[in-house]
């Protein structure tokens, strides 16, 4: 008796690997797409208290009600004032700094794409 596999069963095992590969790539693609574009939770905070402290030793009016306009910190100001060391590409690439505002709960940090 001959060992071996016949020609037919690697020409089964090929297409039905290569099906499988045809149904996986896109899925893990557009996994790996999303999550370049997300930031970290830790890097969020970090960036935000960066800004808390910032506020804290320099000048800064931030609104403290409603009516008042948002105040806006670059994360650049925030590396040249060394309140932040250093923040992923995506970051910087994301967002330019942290808007503080003034809402019904109180003041809000939250990363914007353009600061003012």
Not at 31 to 50: Q, T, W
Not at 78 to 99: A, I
């Amino acid at each position: 008796m001959k060992k071996g596999f016949t020609l037919v069963e690697l020409i089964g095992v090929i297409v039905i690997l290569s099906l499988i590969i045809t149904f996986v790539y896109p899925v893990i693609i557009n996994i790996a797409r999303d999550e370049k574009g997300k930031i970290s939770n830790y890097e969020r905070d970090m960036i935000i208290n960066a800004a808390k402290l910032y506020i804290e030793n320099n000048d800064v009016s931030i609104p403290n009600k409603i009516s008042d306009p948002p105040a806006c910190i670059s994360i650049s100001d925030l590396k040249e004032s060394k309140f932040l060391k250093e923040v992923s590409e995506d970051v910087t690439t994301l967002y330019q700094g942290v808007d503080i505002k003034y809402e019904s709960n109180g003041i809000v940090y939250e990363l914007t794409a353009s600061c003012s």
